[in-house]
């Protein structure tokens, strides 16, 4: 039995996709659920948000004769000689929440993954294109197993390159962060077809591995909805702009994404919009310095007087907010 895996993803970067993976992992962790995260995006900016600049320095040690696993990368670099996949040293953030730490080496990694696409449709021996192809989903599978998690949050770059290719035929579902602005807009319009794109070629190579070494992902991709980024009022542009490319999105997100028949609905009122979140803008400096998320901040952190309402505030749309998803994908409260 596979663990279902759940990419934050859009090709337009800026809109809170990072964030919205570290606080929906401990949201989903304090509801109960055992959690691992794994950082497939080169820049690594969810694991810098989990660990201290101590700990990223002694992960990212560039000697090379160091056999270990302590990264995404380190588990996967012997597929670029002769060797295998190596099983991630999990870093264990809470008893329910572990993450597979990101790597800066892990732009190196694209042209393999370039080089074996074309190579699993051949007629030779398919091993090695699928077991570098598959790669970050077998990593994942591995560490969900030693942490006996429920589910796997995945964090990618934004653009539409060979590791995201590799790291969403490799989720099981797939959310969508907006802000409401027109390049948002014109990320879905790109975005949807390019995953039904990756959704189809994928079956095809499965289709062409008769009888699988190892187990395989089943590449499903499947959308479980969108979240709008709120307007707030340090934003500089004014609410009106907000709401005129926020009423946008659920016809652009139908007809796009979901291959569906355009509808005017507004945000609020749309069953594929999982949330519309507040930026919280205040809060997120003193969450960085406690390394912690905006919803356990205290008093002791800085958070008095109306911060602190806001944390509360912030609980409870988060909590909302991995309740919903959870629905969506099928894993019980």
Known sequence: ??????TFFNNKGGVGKTSL????????????KRVVTIDLDPQ???TSAFL????LESLWDNDTSVQSARTVFQCI????????ILPPEVKQITPRLGLVPGDL?????????????PNSLGSGTLYRPFRVLSAFWQVSQMAAKQQNANLILADVGPNLGAINRSALIGSDHIVIPLAADLFSLQGLRNLGPTLRGWRADWQKRVSNWEIPSFELPAGLIQPAGYIVQQHTERLSRPVKAYDKWAARIPSVYRSSVLALPPENVAPETDSFCLARLKHYRSLVPMAQEARKPIFQLTSADGAIGNHSYAVT?????????ATTILGKIGIGT
């Open 44 to 46: 690594a900016n969810l």
């Open 21 to 32: 993976v570290y606080h929906l992992a401990w949201m989903f962790s304090e509801m109960g």
């Open 52 to 55: 201290p600049e101590e700990q």
């Open 77 to 84: 670099r012997p597929l670029t000689e002769v060797g295998d």
């Open 1 to 6: 039995m596979t663990i279902p895996v759940l």
């Open 105 to 117: 080496g892990l732009a190196g990694f694209e042209d393999f993954l370039s080089q074996e696409w």
């Open 313 to 321: 505030e912030a609980r409870t749309y988060f909590r909302m907010l």
